[in-house]
């Protein structure tokens, strides 16, 4: 049994760095408050007697010798990185558990056949730099690491920049640890433990996503002397791609979702018709044919609705990561370390990407999850009970000692 | 008659303070493009010989003497502020085509009975600052100088300090120059006169205008992992209260017109549904039945929306301007200038609003209008032609000639 108390203080003392009034945590990637929070994991790794290296996108390894040094490593982890309004559990939660599992073996006296890896990767969130899950992509080969390092936020910085403005480009180059298999602890983000009154989450599989970056052209007119008939409205155009978007999602329902979550207006004032916008779209199934079908319902109504309102509309796959299912060994792994602990479990299908996700492309991958309250993540007020996190990393060490052997 | 090749001088001399690349003007109010066009202008009205003065609210005033010293001066102008993607006509044609006419009156060597009074009214366009056409409002007393020296822009700073920090807030009372009338020049701003091959504009009635400001608040969440139905998504609201208004200005079409020109998510993220949006509502009628019946339809619609979608929209009316109707005697004055110089013309309602539709409320006011290209104003691509602009340019002078006395 790991120690609860132990890793709860860990939760709460690190949601100091990018603590938000609300209770929450607003900590973007490579910003100084990650540059805090990765410090802090990175003494703390020492101080657990792991040898931490950084690769050249930022992602910290702490390696934990085991008897059998030619064993590749089981990795386990998560991110500290955070939405705008993020909480204080997603990717922490995991990254901290595999922390918590390393401090219990160490008191326990415990040591494992295959050593063991903790990761804390870069960049899960996406949020200020795409695709989310970026440094697990680039460890799978999904990306060149130069690609990543090229990437810009919305002012304008890359990737690069950003890490060498907080001194986490490391000097090992992506790809440097080899690691045998991966397991994720992670809350589920979604409202379906709580609501069956269950503690553990084996999860078997996860949705697919589609990001896009879209822009609108219209005209930007007079707003008292433009007649209505005549106006290119590009907000009103992103109106109803919006409410396309949302029928769209429904339509495939309850297999799918679609969200438009930034758009911003050039050189807005109150009284000018919007002529330029530019935004995003994010769809999501755990079913190919259902992502196929997105694409399609959404370009498809996108050029009704441009041509009807005589505007432009410009639409950008930017990201495409197809369905995960989780390496079927592995998930039995998580399921009997459930089992065996007599907690109540459910297989569950994965809503969020995880960076679990870009790993099981590469090699065995399983994630383990716990309740949240109401369902609710990337939001100040997402929240978790400390026995469920406790229960979550006990599975989640049963998980590793049963894969790595004692 | 005036000097059209001095006038376009001008407009084209003056169009290098704030200009795009787009071939328009970026000249927000009291920014320092604005303090160096107000410089330019101070100058050019002194070189006029005119007496010039700046009032608290940094509206400048150039009068030039009449005989009779105890009639008040006949108020000619506009403003030299322009919006975000603004043109290189709008309000400008008026401030310098007034200029234009003292010139060419020194010319001649005509002097007046009643003297004339040359202004340039700070922040008629109200992108920065709300309401539009501010400094007019307070001279004619709808608010007081202290409550427009303390609005704010977008990033707090006042009315106040945006003055000092260019230098212009004059020394001179709000009101302290008394006018007897005001007489306005401007492009039309709309489709009419260029489609009717007409060449001025009498004006005889304005829309009236109501601004709003909005808020949703929605739910922050997941956008993977939150089902469709579970969302309190504030982008999605927004949307439909965009389409909303516009069907409601449709149905009360054609003699109405809403937009909204302003929208900006709180902490926007690519997978984050919008939990936090503010924006601003422009709704506009000639008809004051018309403009209770768009108040009241849009009241109805954003309630009936937050309720089903379980979200709270807050609707605040920051402004509510009257319909204008324009002096007679004044409006038939400028009628008669027009068909003694021989211009074709017909009477037109203005859709955009202008500072002498708030002189209108205290003294007698009326405008002239010219075309403009394709009816596009408030875009950097607006257009006029030089013959019009000189055509308006004279029968203000003529109308001037007419109401001053020689
Ligand atoms: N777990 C999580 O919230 N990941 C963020 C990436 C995404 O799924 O959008
Ligand atoms: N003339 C003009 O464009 N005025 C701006 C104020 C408004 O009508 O919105």
Redesign the interface.
Known sequence: QIDSARLWGSIHETAQFGATAKGGVRRLTLSSEDKQVRDWFRKACEDAGLEVHTDALGSQFGLRKGRDMSKPPVGIGSHLDT???GGKYDGILGTLGALEVIRTLNDAGIETEAPICVVNWTNE???RF?P?MMASAAYVGDFTTDDILSRKDIDGTTVGQALDSIGYRGDKPVGFQKLGCFVELHI????ILEAEGKTIGIVDSG?G?L?YDGKISG????????????RR?A??T???I??AM?AI??KH??KA?????????A?????????EIAF?M?C?SADGAIMDALDRDLRAAIAEIAARRKVEVKIDLVWRKPPTHFDSKLVAAVENAAKTLGYSSRRIT????HDACNLNTVMPAAMVFVPCKD??????LEDATQPDCAAGTNVLMHTVLAIAGV
């Open positions: 939405q705008p309004t969130e996406g949020s795409a989310a589920e983000q979604g409202p949705q996503v990001w005209f930007e007119s007079h707003a008292g002397s433009t007649p209505m008939p005549l409205d907000l009103a992103l109106s109803e919006v409410l949302e999602a429904r329902g309850p979702v679609g969200t438009i979550g930034e758009a911003v207006i050189n807005p004032s109150r009284n000018v018709i919007p002529g995003t994010d999501r994965s809503g969020a990407g369902g609710i993540s990337h939001n100040e």
